[in-house]
């Protein structure tokens, strides 16, 4: 599954992407939980970082949050995660 391109809906022209590669594990890990301030996107990303701790023992846990979901992650917000995170989950609900 990592090596299916999938198209970008963020980008004006559809451009296959690739996913990043997933790690074995997420012990020992930095993991970015990012809101991305869709109604509902915290109660799910509390339940993933419930999960996360019961069954991962992960270095850190950082909460990050967008400023609306309408447009992309303002630069230094994806900077910040780009430095400093080795696993990224984003929320998407509703």
């Keep these: 599954m990592a ?3 999938y198209l970008d809906p963020t980008d004006s022209v559809a451009v296959p992407r690739r996913r990043a590669p997933r790690p ?3 012990d020992g890990r930095v ?3 990012l809101d991305i301030s869709k109604a509902k996107g915290d109660h799910l990303l509390d339940r993933i970082e419930e999960l996360l701790r019961e069954r991962a023992r992960p270095k850190a846990i950082v909460r990050r ?11 230094d917000l994806r900077r910040e995660i ?3 995170t080795e696993v990224l989950i984003e929320a998407l609900a509703d």
Excluded: N
Excluded at 65 to 75: I, N, S
């Design 3 to 5: 090596d299916e391109p």
């Design 24 to 26: 074995a594990s997420l």
């Design 31 to 33: 993991i970015t939980l």
């Design 65 to 75: 949050k967008k400023p609306t979901f309408a447009r992309p992650a303002p630069d």
């Design 82 to 84: 780009l430095e400093r």
